[in-house]
Each structure stands twice: as C-alpha cells, then as structure tokens.
C-alpha cells in the first residue's frame, strides 16, 4: 500500500462521471458482484481469522455497499478477491477519482489503518483516506495498481528513497500497538480457534 511512487497532486479539472456513475433517483447503486452470492467467498477468505462465525457478518456486505454506495456517492466497480480481515470494492467517486472501498469486523483495526494512512498523507507515499464511518474505509486507489509479485525488485535505491520519505514522518507519541503485540495477537487468535472444524487444515505448529 505505501510501496508506490509519490502521488501527484490531484488535478483541479475533474474527470467526467462515467456512464456506469450516473445518478439514478439520487442512488449510486451498487455493482451486481455484490448480490448475495459473493457472501460464500467473503466467508472462506476471512473464516481463517474469524471462524465460521464471520458468515453472519458476510451476509451484511452486500447490503452495506449498497448503503455506502448511495451515501458517499460511489459507482462500485468489482470485488477484491484479496486480503484476510476485509472485503474490498474497486469503486469509482462521483468526481470519477478510482478508490477502494474496504469493509471489515474488525472496526478497530480498519479505524487504525486509516490513521496510519492519514499520518503518512504528507509523505504522499500511502493512498489518501476521503471518508470512515464504523467498519469501512474509502481510500484512493493505487494506480495503476501493478502487482510486483511477479515482477522483478525494483532497485534498492528505490527503497532507498521509500524509507527516506517515510521517515520524515515523526512516530505518534503514544503507539496503540507495536509488532510484538500484533504477533502475541495473531498467535494467540490462532490456537484458540484451533477446535474449529473448519481450520482443520491447521496445526497448533503453525503459531508456535
């Protein structure tokens, strides 16, 4: 998410809406990838982290990005079929900017990643936050979003500069968590759900 170059700033002409945007009755509405059938795959990816029990609130996604979709004045575009404490939307803003849309039972940790992300803003390293409400950010998205993973490493003098930038960000005086703590948090939540039938392809080995 911060691995990107530095964000121009953003341009004073807006984009035409596109047709997909157009306002209909005062409602942007939701994209059909977020009918009910795409509660099934949202359940399997973030089960690993929630248990079984992350069904309930998967059932809630289809009708929240329709709610979000209309208040924020969103087109949403596609799913992403990433990521393993959120379920994520390509949308497009009503002044035709690309974002992303993420959802999340976790509301502490979504309300933390929007700090981070507004507390690295100077740096223009890391995507800007345009809105938060309880268990859902909007964010710009990283453009044009090319996945490195199978791509060669860019040069260490891009790290280089990387690093450089995020350091003239000073640290928050009171840090809600450090590494340690997250990976105390992970472990942890991971041997307690070990019982659960659907983790069985687990061992209490993969958190020790």
Same mark, same amino acid.
């Given at each position: 998410m911060l691995f990107g170059s530095r964000r121009s700033r953003p341009n004073a002409t807006k984009r035409k809406r596109s047709s997909s945007a157009k306002k209909t009755g005062g409602r942007y509405p939701a994209a059909p990838d977020t009918a009910p059938a795409m509660t099934d795959e949202i359940t399997t990816r973030l089960s690993r982290r929630f248990g079984p029990g992350i069904a309930a609130w998967a059932a809630t996604v289809p009708s929240t990005v329709d709610d979000l979709a209309r208040r924020w004045h969103l087109s949403v575009r596609r799913p992403i079929p990433d990521g393993a404490s959120s379920a994520?939307?390509?949308?497009?803003?009503?002044? @035709?900017?690309? /974002?992303?849309?993420?959802?999340?039972?976790? $509301?502490?940790?979504? /309300?933390?990643?929007?700090?981070?992300?507004?507390?690295?803003?100077?740096? @223009?390293?890391?995507?800007?936050?345009?809105?938060? /409400?309880?268990?859902? %950010?909007?964010?710009?998205?990283? $453009?044009? @979003?090319?996945?490195? @993973?199978?791509?060669?490493?860019?040069?260490?003098?891009?790290y280089a500069v990387l690093l450089a930038d995020l350091?003239?960000?000073?640290?928050?005086?009171? %840090?809600?968590?450090?590494?340690?703590?997250?990976?105390? $948090?992970? %472990?942890?939540?991971?041997?307690?759900?070990? /019982?659960?039938?659907?983790?069985?392809v687990l061992r209490r080995s993969d958190f020790e």
């Open positions: 994520a939307f390509h949308v497009t803003t009503a002044d @035709g900017v690309g /974002a992303v849309l993420k959802l999340s039972p976790d $509301e502490t940790f979504l /309300a933390e990643q929007a700090a981070v992300l507004r507390l690295y803003a100077p740096t @223009g390293r890391a995507p800007s936050v345009l809105a938060t /409400a309880p268990g859902a %950010l909007l964010m710009t998205a990283v $453009e044009p @979003g090319i996945d490195y @993973g199978d791509r060669p490493a860019p040069p260490v003098a891009e350091h003239t960000v000073s640290p928050p005086k009171h %840090l809600g968590r450090d590494l340690q703590g997250r990976i105390t $948090e992970f %472990l942890d939540r991971g041997v307690s759900q070990l /019982a659960d039938p659907a983790l069985a």
